[in-house]
């Protein structure tokens, strides 16, 4: 009987934990670009990425288990081939064995046991199967890997930067009375206040798993904006009559329709959860991909639903004049539920900046790993003598003086320093929210969540009818990221 796998999440815990994964701060700028798309079309575009979310996902999910069954046939064909000969000239490479035990272990009692991929190595084992020639090559795929998430992750970076600076503006003016035209409602010099005296302090610390706590938080202020959101908007639905500065569009003009490509790299960003499915469903109470499937099709529908409501009432109530690229934005300050639902998103937002440049950081290093691992196999002791060159013998004792390749603590610094600035001055150059969502969106995010999971699919599924599938939608998608790039660009011209 074949053993189960011991997991702990149960399908509940998951649904929560990839719903809080997927709604994030990226809700609060759906209702813009509903203003964007047009009512219709924009719920068309939010449906259809909702689709385009689970298929991937569910890809993804199927990638990694034929993978697993893959190696599992490779070891049994390999061992076969070994008993059959029976000679140790015949035995495995040393490489070709350790590709096969590192992915199953055998357990004490003869089980086989598998360890289950993150996603950049689902990216890496799917193209040496695919291009078994050219394997040797696969770390260059996870070092694109890796410079992508970085990417991704420095957008949403960005994000945060501007969020932070434009709320405590509107602190500064609304709560504090300043003047408006003071230097202490320059939306440039709060970013840098938050910047340097929360989130960069925080993201020099090597642990941050207390601010784990944060994520359930952020999604209780999101769910708290969506309820205020409706609410209002019932509130003023007797007076949305009476108003003849509202104006709403229900399909764009023809000469707007560079709206839809701004909007849909902003719903695209709103489905990711790309990244973090891999893992929850390696640890789930006896894993099954069925049961897996279930839990993709009810947290996206639940995230479709609250995206759709907070989108359309939220857009209904201030129209094309009115409404903000940060729908927090567009309601009266003086309104106590508004200023609580920005206090709360405030800080949510300053202290999962430094989560986030977690991960970021933690891409950086893997490329440091890499080169330093390239530089190690290329760098020979006796070549270094006999050039007698200065530089590469002090290169060569630093690699080997550093041959546990983490990333040294002065270079971690250095990056965060780097990061966090280079986040500061481009918020401060771009403090357009929605463009930057959009922006990110279309480059990155389709790119990491619909682009690849698309290629990882076709490289190692076995039927041609899905694999020509698999292509031609990772081909479509990527050509959609590639448009609504170049519309944000002309758009922002």
């Known amino acids: 009987m074949k053993k189960q796998h011991k997991g702990i999440a149960s399908p509940f815990n998951i649904f929560l934990n990839l719903s809080n994964t997927i709604i994030g701060a990226g809700t609060l700028t759906i209702p813009y670009s509903f203003s964007q798309s047009g009512i219709l079309l924009g719920c068309f575009l939010l449906f259809s990425v909702s689709i385009l979310s689970i298929i991937t996902l ?18 049994s064909t390999m061992i076969s081939e070994n008993e059959n000969k029976g000679s140790t000239d015949n035995l495995l490479e040393a490489d070709q064995m350790n590709e096969v035990d590192d992915l199953i272990n055998h357990s004490n009692d003869g089980e086989k046991e598998v360890n289950y991929f993150s996603y950049k190595q689902v990216v890496i084992h799917s193209f040496s199967i695919f291009f078994t020639k050219y394997k040797q090559y696969s770390y260059l795929v996870g070092n694109l890997i890796d410079i992508f998430i970085f990417l991704l992750c420095f957008g949403v970076l960005i994000s945060y930067t501007v969020i932070v600076g434009d709320y405590l503006s509107s602190f500064m003016e609304n709560i504090f009375n300043f003047d408006k035209n003071s230097i202490l409602c320059s939306k440039g010099l709060n970013c840098f206040f938050v910047m340097i005296f929360i989130m960069f302090p925080l993201s020099c610390l090597k642990k941050i798993t207390f601010l784990s706590y944060t994520s359930f938080i952020s999604i209780i202020c999101i769910f ?11 509130i003023k639905i007797p007076a949305l009559d009476k108003r003849r500065d509202l104006e709403w569009t229900i399909v764009p003009d023809s000469d707007k329709l560079i709206g839809i490509f701004i909007a849909f790299p902003v719903f695209l960003f709103s489905f990711g959860s790309h990244m973090t499915v891999l893992p929850m469903y390696s640890e789930m109470k ?66 999962s900046f430094p989560l986030v440049h977690y991960a970021a950081r933690e891409n950086l290093e893997h490329l440091y790993e890499s080169l330093m691992n390239s530089l190690q196999k290329r760098i020979k002791l006796s070549e270094l003598e006999n050039e007698q ?50 922006f990110t969106g279309a480059t990155m995010g389709t790119i990491v969540m619909f682009v690849t999971p698309c290629l990882v699919y076709g490289m190692v599924v076995e039927s041609k ?29």
């Open 58 to 75: 569910i890809m993804l999910i199927q990638s990694s288990e034929m993978i697993v069954d893959y190696y599992k046939r490779k070891e």
């Open 224 to 234: 708290y904006c969506l309820i205020v959101i409706v609410i209002k908007f019932f």
């Open 286 to 351: 006896n894993r099954n991909q069925r049961v897996m499937s279930k839990v993709i099709y009810f947290t996206t529908a639940f995230c479709l639903m609250s995206y759709l409501f907070i989108g359309i009432f939220g857009y209904l109530q201030f129209g094309d004049a009115n409404i903000k690229d940060n729908i927090l934005n567009a309601f009266r300050m003086n309104d106590i539920s508004i200023v609580l639902a920005k206090i709360g998103i405030f800080i949510v937002v300053s202290v």
């Open 389 to 438: 060159s200065k530089l590469k013998t002090m290169l060569y004792n630093y690699i080997t003086t550093h041959n546990n390749n983490h990333l040294p603590n002065w270079l971690s610094l250095l990056l965060t320093v780097f990061t966090c600035s280079a986040s500061l001055a481009i918020a401060i150059l771009l403090p357009n929210l929605a463009f930057v969502f959009s």
């Open 465 to 493: 009818w899905k694999r020509i599938f698999a292509f031609s939608l990772a081909t479509f998608n990527l050509l959609l990221g590639c448009i609504s790039t170049v519309a944000l660009v002309i758009e922002r011209i």
